[in-house]
């Protein structure tokens, strides 16, 4: 079993910025990539970034310049800097990651495991 427990979400003025932790524990080999989500009320759940095991990364062009996404493969934890934040970031943000884990028989699967979402609110 994998879990993804994030954290850092929380309540901030336009132009604020805030530090989203995602940390992967449980029995698995290896993650592979890894990533935010988010979804805003009444709108689908939106890719927001994503980086690899070796650090490759990409972002949405809304985000782009203003969100940095890093991770800390030694503790199996992704993160989200979120800078200059505008009223329309504010959603439930999820984290996302792939992962690798033993079937038990001798054959290896990879997983998509979820976080359970943390709320980020950008007051006007």
């Not at 994030?6 to 990539?33: D, H, K, P, Y």
């Not at 310049?65 to 943000?93: C, H, W």
């Not at 992962?99 to 007051?123: K, M, P, R």
Request: charged letters at 15%.
């Amino acid at each position: 079993q994998v879990q993804l427990v994030e954290s850092g979400g929380g309540l901030v003025q336009a132009g604020g910025s805030l530090r989203l932790s995602c940390a992967a524990s449980g029995n698995f080999i290896s993650i592979n990539a890894m990533g935010w989500y988010r979804q805003a009320p009444g709108k689908q759940r939106e890719l927001v970034a994503i980086i690899s095991s070796g650090g490759s990364k990409n972002a949405a062009d809304s985000v782009k310049g203003r969100f940095t996404i890093s991770r800390d493969n030694a503790k199996n934890t992704v993160y989200l800097q979120m800078n200059s934040l505008k009223p329309e970031d504010t959603a439930v943000y999820y984290c996302n990651a792939n992962v690798e884990v033993d079937f038990g028989d001798g054959t290896n699967w990879a997983l998509i495991s979820w976080g359970q979402g943390t709320q980020v609110t950008v007051s006007s």
